[in-house]
């Protein structure tokens, strides 16, 4: 329940510091957000031994070009241990500082490659018992990200540009939180609030609520979306963008399909890839694949190690989205820290279907349990635990409008093409009005003898893919069906 102990310390904390002071409207909407997660992060590491809390946030494999971050964010978890009110008072003005710093050395992409660091630390330290105060650290880094829009409090950033400059979109419950902090004082009166005074004070900002209850279902997915969205950035450019989220995630216990082969062989399997996915990813669509509709597939070059990026749609409850590292052998998905069965299943169902598209392999037992690939899922005969799927290239119109985008997709069967890497040499390129080379493309170019001018960026040399569909008894020149960029700034 909302109204709890931990609450009313939060509620107090609210009072004391939050005070609007006519600031404008977004910069007092985001104090207030920081002020709670100040609250978490303290009674996360409250009554931590010190040595305890430096051993949690001392990261030996961080390269030392993050070091003016784990240095900045370690010393707001010290103060948050040590002073806890000067750190929930300050610390507003301190990840706002941060924020124009990193906005000015364009530095988004070193701050989202720095957060990638830190989560893959994570089970790590869980390991070694640190989990609350790791997760307090990473509740820091979230709340860091969101000073990106403090200018512009109703989107979220959903991706970094190859430019280095961030991916925004509409965000989904902009201002689910604001009603609350308008109930603060009614909250302190009186926690039994009558459903007229909740909904005329949230149907101020859109939201038709009447009860706790009903905000807290509403909160809980913008934080399933606001989570979801902060693990992919890293992944995300103007390519990939092609598994963002469009539909919120309803948190529930889908229905997955059956099991095939254990997950284990999977991963195996994938270790050995035969084919790569074409660079404008993969729709898959299902029939008795239980909640799923359709999966997006896509991969991507990130840290000289492809990733595969996903995201599911289901029947009735949205979207959610994840990826999977095929050098690692690392997933993730909304359901990671959770308690049951549905991260390994949908991790089970993913890899089965980029086995099915990436590799080689004979079905010899289970037959009528495999996912049988058609044309037409319609009218597809399938055995009654047996999900139907038809592989797609998604339609992207050059010009005009699409009359009918599905029926216009073509049929995906790795099969079918021949692939060809060819390399494309690195460029000078102009980058977009008020956008500027990141450094590492200005470092780059300088090796090589480059000066880069204002407005001009430097795209390293990279290896291309050239599908070229199979002919039978033909010996004219192949068409060339899709290329695969993986090269980065």
């Given at each position: 329940m909302i109204f709890d102990t931990s609450f009313k310390n939060l509620l107090l904390m609210q009072t004391k510091y939050g005070k609007r002071k006519g600031m404008p409207l977004s910069n007092w909407i985001i104090k207030?957000?920081?002020?709670?997660i100040a609250a978490v992060i303290i009674s996360r590491i409250a009554k931590t031994d010190f040595y305890e809390?430096?051993?949690a946030i001392y990261f030996r494999n961080i390269p030392k070009?993050?070091?003016?971050?784990?240095?900045?964010?370690a010393m707001a978890m010290e103060e948050a241990a040590i002073h806890p009110e000067k750190f929930a008072s300050g610390l507003d003005d301190y990840l706002k500082e941060h924020c124009i710093t990193i906005e000015k050395e364009l530095w988004?992409?070193?701050?989202?490659d720095f957060c990638v660091l830190i989560l893959k630390e994570y089970q790590a330290k869980c390991k070694q018992g640190y989990k609350s105060i790791v997760s307090a650290y990473i509740s820091l880094l979230m709340q860091q990200a969101t000073y990106f829009m403090r200018t512009r409090i109703e989107d979220t950033i959903y991706g970094i540009t190859e430019a280095g400059q961030p991916l925004f979109r509409k965000g989904i419950y902009p201002y689910?939180?604001?009603?609350i902090y308008d109930l603060e004082k009614d909250f302190m009166k009186d926690k039994n609030l009558s459903p007229r005074k909740i909904y005329d004070t949230f149907q101020k900002y859109g939201y038709d609520i009447h009860s706790l209850e009903e905000w807290e279902l509403l909160n809980d997915i913008n934080m399933?979306?606001?989570?979801?969205?902060?693990?992919?950035?890293p992944y995300i450019d103007e390519r990939t963008a092609f598994v963002a989220i469009d539909e919120p995630y309803v948190p529930c216990n889908l229905q997955y399909p059956r099991i095939w082969k254990s997950t284990d062989i999977y991963r195996e399997r994938l270790k050995t890839r035969n084919y790569l996915l074409p660079s404008s990813g993969i729709i898959a669509r299902y029939v008795n694949a239980g909640d799923i509709k359709e999966i997006r597939f896509i991969e991507t070059l990130y840290d000289s190690e492809i990733i595969m990026l996903y995201r599911v749609t289901t029947h009735r409850n949205g979207q959610f989205s994840g990826y999977y590292c095929t050098k690692e052998?690392?997933?993730?998905s909304i359901y990671e820290d959770t308690i049951g069965e549905m991260h390994g299943r949908i991790?089970?169902?993913?890899?089965e279907n980029y086995m099915l598209l990436t590799c080689d392999y004979e079905i010899k037992n289970k037959k009528n349990y495999a996912i049988l690939q058609t044309e037409n899922l319609d009218s597809e005969f399938h055995y009654p635990n047996q999900p139907l799927v038809s592989f797609k290239y998604p339609f992207s119109p050059k010009s005009g409008k699409a009359k009918k985008t599905q029926a216009r997709e073509r049929i995906y069967r790795k099969e079918d093409y021949q692939e060809e890497i060819k390399e494309r040499m690195g460029f000078i390129r102009k980058l977009p009005a008020g956008q500027r080379a990141s450094d590492a493309a200005r470092l780059y170019a300088e090796q090589l003898g480059f000066q880069l001018a204002e407005g001009k960026t430097y795209v390293r040399s990279h290896t291309y893919r050239v599908y070229r569909k199979l002919e039978e008894n033909s010996c004219k020149q192949n068409s060339i069906i899709t290329t695969e960029q993986a090269g980065t700034e």
């Open positions: 207030k957000r920081t002020l709670s809390l430096e051993m070009q993050y070091d003016w971050f784990i240095k900045s964010y988004y992409r070193k701050f989202y689910i939180d604001i009603g399933t979306y606001d989570n979801n969205v902060f693990r992919m950035v052998g690392t997933f993730y991790k089970n169902f993913i890899l």
